[in-house]
């Protein structure tokens, strides 16, 4: 049983950071790409930011220069740096690997329960 779950959310003010991680657990062969949903109230659920397991990133516009994905490979771990928040960005934020569970020789899309960003004043 291979599992996601997020840590990090919060409320913060305007202009605040936080600090999303999720980690991958589980019987797992290999993670392949790594990344960031978000869906506000309302609103259909996007793509933020990803990361293959070579490193490459690719963001949202509404993010770049103020959010960064990263991953630990050896932890099965991907973070999510966000600076300049803005109210906009609150969400409930998901995160999402394509990976191959242990022994199944076939990728499979999962995803964790959610975290809660709410930035407001």
């Known amino acids: 049983q291979v599992q996601l779950v997020e840590s990090g959310g919060g409320l913060v003010q305007p202009g605040g950071s936080l600090r999303l991680s999720c980690a991958a657990s589980?019987?797992?062969?290999?993670?392949?790409?790594m990344g960031w949903y978000r869906q506000a109230p309302g609103k259909e659920r996007e793509l933020v930011a990803r990361?293959?397991?070579?490193?490459?990133?690719n963001y949202t516009d509404s993010v770049k220069g103020r959010f960064t994905i990263s991953r630990d490979n050896a932890k099965n771990t991907v973070y999510l740096q966000m600076n300049s928040l803005k109210p906009e960005d609150t969400a409930l934020y998901y995160c999402?690997?394509?990976?191959?569970?242990?022994?199944?020789?076939?990728?499979?899309?999962?995803w964790g329960q959610g975290t809660q960003v709410t930035v407001s004043s």
């Open positions: 999402n690997a394509d990976l191959a569970p242990r022994g199944s020789g076939v990728m499979f899309d999962y």
């Open positions: 990361i293959t397991s070579g490193g490459s990133a």
């Open positions: 589980g019987s797992i062969f290999k993670i392949y790409v």
